[in-house]
Nanobody, 116 residues
Framework: QVHLVESGGGLVQAGGSLRLSCVVSGGTFSSYSMGWFRQVPGKEREFVAAIGWNGINTFYGDSVKGRFTISRDNAKNMVFLQMNSLKPEDTAVFYC?????????WGQGTQVTVSS
């Protein structure tokens, strides 16, 4: 079983920065594709960013390109999301995602609130 735990959310003013972390246990982390999604009440979960197993290939949603950076540390079984130039519309619960042999695993989420 793969278990994911996010941390690093909080309240920040517009224009500020936050760094989210996700620690993964179970299986072979270095073989997983990892990603971040976010969700606000009443809306579908939105893709934010993804990173391949070796950290070379990264992908971003259009709304965060140029502001957010995904990275990973395979030695620590962790994936990160550096969020800069935050906007009030970035307010959401952010979820860490692991893709393991076509199965999706999710963390419990961490709240990010950006005040104007």
């Amino acid at each position: 079983q793969v278990h994911l735990v996010e941390s690093g959310g909080g309240l920040v003013q517009a224009g500020g920065s936050l760094r989210l972390s996700c620690v993964v246990s179970g299986g072979t982390f270095s073989s997983y594709s990892m990603g971040w999604f976010r969700q606000v009440p009443g809306k579908e979960r939105e893709f934010v960013a993804a990173i391949g197993w070796n950290g070379i290939n990264t992908f971003y949603g259009d709304s965060v390109k140029g502001r957010f950076t995904i990275s990973r540390d395979n030695a620590k079984n962790m994936v990160f999301l550096q969020m800069n130039s935050l906007k009030p519309e970035d307010t959401a619960v952010f979820y860490c995602n692991a893709v393991v042999s076509s199965w999706n695993f999710w963390g419990q989420g961490t709240q990010v609130t950006v005040s104007s």
